[in-house]
Structures are given as structure tokens and as C-alpha cells.
């Protein structure tokens, strides 16, 4: 499970943030990598048959959960890393074109995620795992609207803001998972649809008391020295800040300003943690799936938000 899960975090290395600084061989070879790691998802989703030819390996201490869930990791995550670069317009280059094909299949995989009729139904009923990875899928929604959102047929976004809402079973644990119910609450109040707005100010309420300083924040009542402030904290409660702001809700201007100089902040400390050999620290939890750390980075670039004390040029 988690050797799938760095597979596909490693596009948030890049795809979030493509740099300007790079060469067009430099843009080739990553584009190409990109369109590679993309393919076996989305070419099988979109037919409904990812399901049915995704290979799935578990330790021998697997907890039981249903194994189906890594459709649903392999896809949302997938999504999420490659959304702001598939917002980028169509053109006859060949990276143009590997745009084209991923977004053209990718919306046929959101359709077959919420058909129960299709072998590709995603698992969205079952257990809270979902909960997490129905969170990487909204936050898709929300970097790339209106190339991935709005081309939905109508039932499909029907189908989506069912499922969304009925993830409100799930009770989460009291850590970064605040955020993921957060999310995709969030989504639904971008679209005007019914969000339950004490589940998104719980969030930021808690993140804010779980700030400890130097751009980090806690995972919950207890530092966790680890990646997740990377995975999770800082995008998705940048994030939710901008689209409240952007609905004027909750006063979030302020609140958004000062997350953006943490995550600034801490941007800088990541810079700095990677060595002359560009390797990076193995510490924590999640270390075979470290790669993803780098998403900050990555989001700060892409928005064009990197503060001064951290050139473009710094940032691969």
C-alpha cells in the first residue's frame, strides 16, 4: 500500500509546482515521467476496468481493511498531483497532448468513481478510510475547477455531492483527519452545496491551537516529529483558508495571511533539510513515501508565493 502511495505523491513534486526555471528537456523528461505514472490509473478507469486489472500487495500485517481502498488511494491521489497541471490550456505540443489524453480519461474515471453501476465504483460506503482519500479528490476539484469539476455531466456531480455528504458518518480522529472532513466540506461550499460548516471551522479552530511555532504545526494534542505536516497540514489548510476568503466567510483573510507565512516559513526549513547530495531526512512515520514531503514546496512555487529568502531557483 504504501510503496503505491509514494508512486503516486511523487507527481505533487512537480505537477504542483512545475518550475519556470527549467530547461524544455528538463519540462520533457518530467512531463513524459508524469503522463508514465498516470497512464496504467487512468486508462484502465476510464474503460471501469482499473478495478479489475490494478495488482494490490499487502504486508503480512495487513489490518484487514478492505483491500479496495487502494483504487480509491491510487486515483485520488493521482488526481490531486496532477490537477494544476492539467489546468493548463491545450496546446500541439507533446506535453499539450499528454495533457489532453490524461484529462480526457480522467474525466471518464470521475464518472465510473459514483456509478454504482460501474465496476469502477469507488469504495465511498465503507469503513473511514475513504474519508481520506474522498478528501484528495475534492481538493482535485477545488486546483482545477473548471477543467475537471464543471465538464461533469449532471448526474455524475449529483452522484459526487451525494457521496461527499454521506462521509459525514464518519467521525474523524483527532489529527491532521480534521482536515480531510474539512476539505471536503470546503468543496462543497465552493459549489454552493449545503456544506456543513462546523465541521470546516472545528478545523481551523484546532490547527490553530495545534500551532507550535517555526512553521510547524502539531498533529493533534501531541508533536509528531514526521511528514504530515507536509501531506496534509499545510496544502489542505492553505487551501481552505483561500476558498473561505474567497467567499468571505469566517473572517479568513486574516487566518489565510498568516497560514501562508507558515507555510513559507516552512518551506524554507524543507529547502534547507535537503543535503548537497540532494537526499532528504528519513524521520517519522510514512518514510517510504517521503517524496511527497516536498508538496509545500511544490504549492508555494506553483501560486508563486516562494518568500524572498527562497529564489525560484532553489526549488527544482
Not at 13 to 28: E, F, I, K, M, P
Not at 140 to 153: G, K, V
Request: hydrophobic share 40%; aromatic share 12%.
Amino acid at each position: 500500500m504504501e510503496n503505491k502511495f509514494l508512486i503516486i505523491l511523487i507527481l505533487t513534486v512537480w505537477l504542483t509546482g512545475v518550475g519556470h526555471a527549467q530547461n524544455a528537456s528538463d519540462r520533457q523528461y518530467w512531463s513524459d515521467l508524469a503522463y508514465k505514472i498516470a497512464t496504467p490509473v487512468l486508462s484502465n478507469m476510464s474503460k471501469g476496468e482499473l478495478s479489475k486489472n490494478m495488482s494490490i500487495e499487502v504486508s503480512p500485517t495487513w489490518d484487514g481493511r478492505d483491500r479496495r481502498v487502494s483504487c480509491m488511494e491510487a486515483f485520488g491521489r493521482l488526481m490531486d498531483g496532477i490537477a494544476p497541471w492539467l489546468s493548463l490550456l491545450d496546446d500541439d505540443s507533446s506535453e499539450g497532448k499528454q495533457r489532453k489524453q490524461l484529462r480526457e480519461w480522467a474525466l471518464k474515471s470521475y464518472a465510473h468513481a459514483v456509478d454504482p453501476e460501474s465496476p469502477d465504483y469507488l469504495l465511498w460506503r465503507k469503513e473511514g478510510q475513504p474519508l481520506v482519500d474522498a478528501a484528495y479528490i475534492a481538493s482535485s476539484f477545488l486546483r482545477a475547477p473548471q477543467q475537471l469539476w464543471e465538464p461533469l455531466d449532471e448526474l455524475t456531480k449529483k452522484r459526487y455531492i451525494e457521496e461527499f455528504k454521506q462521509l459525514r458518518r464518519i467521525d474523524p480522529p483527532y489529527s491532521n483527519w480534521l482536515l480531510f472532513s474539512a476539505t471536503v466540506e470546503t468543496f462543497l461550499l465552493s459549489i454552493d452545496a449545503q456544506p456543513d460548516l462546523y465541521r470546516i471551522h472545528s478545523a481551523i479552530r484546532k490547527i490553530e491551537e495545534w500551532y507550535v511555532g517555526d512553521g510547524w504545526y502539531s498533529d493533534g494534542e501531541h508533536f509528531a516529529f514526521d511528514y504530515y505536516n507536509s501531506y496534509v497540514i499545510h496544502p489542505m489548510y492553505v487551501q481552505v483558508l483561500e476558498i473561505l476568503a474567497g467567499k468571505k466567510r469566517f473572517s479568513a483573510d486574516k487566518t489565510l495571511a498568516i497560514a501562508r507565512r507558515r507555510i513559507q516559513r516552512f518551506g524554507m526549513i524543507l529547502e534547507r533539510m535537503i543535503s548537497p547530495e540532494g537526499t532528504f531526512l528519513i524521520f517519522g512515520r510514512s518514510m517510504t513515501y517521503r517524496l511527497g514531503v516536498f508538496q509545500p514546496l511544490s504549492l508555494l512555487a506553483w501560486k508563486e508565493q516562494l518568500p524572498e529568502e527562497l529564489p525560484a531557483g532553489h526549488i527544482p
